[in-house]
């Protein structure tokens, strides 16, 4: 079945280590996206990234770096920048510019101690 | 400022009684609208979407909502909740810049008690 996967499910790191977070698409879409999700806070746009070499910052990319070197990944690295990284981080991918069709993955609780 | 605004933080519903969960938007012009459910600890799930059109929509598992231009509004509806039905519900939209990513409120928390 087509999918998004995010590895691992639960993450943890000690403060002061960078950490990269797996999200992988076997759907072929051309643009993928993370979110982070903090209590009452909804999700928020971390990064995005429409064709692969390419992607933009979201609203909240202080402290991650994102790459898309192959269309089917889309990795996010939490740096030590990050001031708060304990979160859920979600992905997700759509198909086209013209589709609003969304996949999510099943998301990686990150947690830093 | 572009917004998706959901008032009520949490609600609690009896099992079988009728739900409705709010959304107002702030866009300058229509945006293309959704509600997705989650589960604690699980990715999101698409119960319906507006684009266009009958401005009620129907959706999975029951749900459906009415687009309200008028009232910048997108209001959440079923007639009869289920337990199963307990879990965060998000509205988002597609303002049309930033990717096309998906812009979500903060969330709503249903609970349901017996």
């Known amino acids: 079945d087509g999918g998004i996967t995010q590895s691992p499910k639960y993450l943890f790191r000690k403060e002061g280590q960078n950490v990269t977070l797996s999200c992988e698409q076997n759907?072929?879409?051309?643009?993928m996206y993370w979110y982070r999700q903090d209590p009452g806070q909804g999700l928020r746009l971390i990064y995005y990234?429409?064709?692969?070499?390419?992607?933009q910052k979201g609203d909240i990319a202080e402290g991650y770096s994102v790459s898309r070197e192959k269309k089917e990944s889309f990795p996010l690295t939490v740096t030590s920048a990050q001031k708060n990284p304990t979160a859920f981080y979600l992905c997700a991918a759509r198909s086209g510019q013209n589709s609003y069709g969304y996949t999510f993955g099943s998301g990686t609780r990150l947690t830093v101690v | 400022a572009q917004s998706v605004t959901q008032p009520d933080i949490h609600i609690t519903v009896s099992e079988g009684a009728s739900l409705e969960l709010r959304c107002n938007y702030s866009?300058?012009?229509?945006?293309?609208l959704f509600w997705y459910v989650q589960s604690p600890g699980q990715g999101l799930q698409l119960l319906l979407k507006?684009?266009?059109?009958?401005?009620l929509v129907q959706g999975i598992k029951g749900f459906e909502a009415e687009f309200k231009r008028s009232q910048s509004s997108f209001n959440l509806r079923k007639p009869s909740v289920h337990w199963s039905d307990a879990a965060e519900y998000f509205c988002?939209?597609?303002?049309?810049?930033?990717?096309?990513?998906?812009?979500f409120g903060k969330g709503t928390s249903l609970l349901v008690t017996p």
């Open positions: 990234s429409q064709i692969v070499n390419d992607f």
């Open positions: 988002a939209v597609v303002p049309g810049d930033s990717g096309y990513a998906l812009n």
């Open positions: 759907l072929n879409h051309d643009a």
């Open positions: 866009y300058g012009a229509t945006p293309y």
């Open positions: 507006y684009f266009s059109g009958d401005t």
